[in-house]
């Protein structure tokens, strides 16, 4: 259940809500109101198009809100890297902060502001201060009359029409009540490619083979259900000498002893503080201290690892403790899949999940080893409010892997991997850069990072180049009028792994926004502007004139 206080989006889309009739009709229709969403609305909307957007939950944002995970980056992402808009973005988190929280005067000084001070990022912060700031974003094109937002509406069905899709139908989640969206344009900015199905695009899922795509990671035999873990995310705080055990979970037991089979093995419980390393599959040792104020030398401290806030960063008293969000390893949920499989099949995977994190929980509190020899945080508080919902996990599971469109052209390992590059190219590693791409429509970069996947795969975690985005990724094969706006793009299993991150899903979802605009400006489809050398390249000068980087300086791998 969730904490059903009305956010402003809600409030300010609650009446046009209220007045629209069933068929409703936009220039683009983006369904999914994730990252990839929000990013592609606000490009169509700066560009004078009329948009309608739905999202499943009642907070637009995806990974960065409804999934509670904080920004995974590049290293240079204070720099270059990232869009204008991605940049306006961050630089509105840190604003929010300054405007709304009291900081210390040397918090507040700090131009690269990190609130949480986490280790994995560089703007560890409250989810709920990244859904403040992108409904600000939003909230003009509301206000004008361009944009309608559908919370908590979900894809049905779709009408196509030969290779076209000529309307969407969506379901509320609260009151079931249908309404039809018509346009000229539609995106799939969902977390699991869920138009794709509905309107018959073709599609891939999980590991395809080294026959199909030559990739010297990929399987001998594609692996279609081989699909990376998921993870039910939650935030808590710690209170010494204070009682905030929460009952025990059902499924407690099997987890607390659950010993994970995978290849190559596993170290032991699922629940330890060892793991396996990402990069070797060594056994990896971490800690764990909530009193901790910085990192623990020579050792990962889960505690600081996704801290989101840190108490020191704020006048004395306005927290009782930092608050860290767990996205670790022990909660990572592989023995099934959300999409593929029934929805029966998909609610179970989703409750067991879900009965991970609390078990996790639940041992961090009772069973789990302390530093000082002795068992359990009993001070640990799930922490509800932050993510919004009366059970106090996240209001959606975090998806690192989504269906993936057959596309015009597909990013392989041999295109972005440090190892495969090397091998193709004959290069010395300074020498080396990502394969060009000539249809560039932004950039990224991060390590191809694979968790543990329902297949029975150990993590593949392996250097990668900072790599461009191709429009060719984003349009399918034979669809006209769909395009991808998330991780749905054409990328693979592997390839997945460095193109799935926040600044990266952003950059797809506005060059898939931008990419309608100018369809629609110029009367030709995306597959023409792809395909034409002056249609192409006055797009691209567009892109760059929004503050879109299509290439990058010359860096080392990753």
Known sequence: MQITRRTLLAQLTAPLLAAAGRE??????????????????????????????????????GQLTAQAVPPDEHPWIESFGCTRAYRAYRNAVRDYYRAHYPLTAEARARWNLNPGDGS?????????????????????????????????????????????VRAVRLRS??????????????????????????????YVTGFESRKQTGEPHAPEEAQPANIQAFTVCFAMDYLPGEDHTIDKPEEYEFWRDYVPQLRPPWPGKLLSWSMSDPITLKV????????????????????????????????????????????????????GNLHEVSPEEAARHLKRAKQLSLSLLYW?????????????????????????????????????????IL???????????????????GKKPEELTAEPFFDSVGVGSYRIDLHPSSGGDNYIDISSLPFQIPLGALIPRRVENLLAAAKNLGVTHITNGCYRLHPVEWNIG????????QALATGHPPRKIRNDKKLLTDFQAKLVAQGIEIAWPRLTPR
């Open 407 to 425: 596309a015009e052209f597909t990013v392989l390992e041999q295109h972005v991997g440090t190892e495969a590059r090397a091998q193709l190219t």
């Open 173 to 202: 989640l609260e009151d079931g009540r249908e309404r039809i969206v018509h346009a000229p344009y539609f995106l799939d900015a969902t977390e699991q490619g869920d138009l794709l199905p509905l309107s018959r695009t073709e």
């Open 284 to 335: 990896r040792s971490v800690t764990f201290d909530p009193l901790a104020a910085g990192p623990t030398p020579g050792k990962l401290n889960l505690w600081i690892y996704r801290r989101i806030a840190n108490k020191r960063n704020f006048e004395p008293g306005t927290y009782l403790s930092d608050i860290t969000l767990v996205n670790w390893p022990q909660n990572d949920y592989w023995l």
């Open 24 to 61: 409703l009709r936009c220039d683009v229709a983006i369904i999914g109101g994730g990252t990839g969403g929000c990013a592609a609305a606000l490009a169509a909307l700066r560009n004078g198009l009329k948009v309608i957007m739905s999202e499943e939950t009642d907070w637009i944002g």
């Open 510 to 517: 506005e060059a898939a926004g931008m990419t309608v605009a």
């Open 120 to 164: 994995v990022s560089r703007l560890t912060h409250e989810p709920r201060v990244s859904l403040a700031v992108l409904e600000a974003m939003l909230a003009p094109y509301v206000s004008g009359g361009r944009l309608l937002v559908l919370l908590k509406h979900v894809p049905v069905a779709a009408d196509t029409e030969g290779d076209r």
């Open 364 to 404: 961090m509190q009772t069973e789990a080893p302390r530093p000082d020899g002795g068992l359990g945080w009993r001070g640990l508080r799930l922490r509800h409010d932050i993510v919004g919902t009366s059970d106090g996990l996240a209001k959606y599971p975090y998806i690192r892997e989504s269906r993936r």
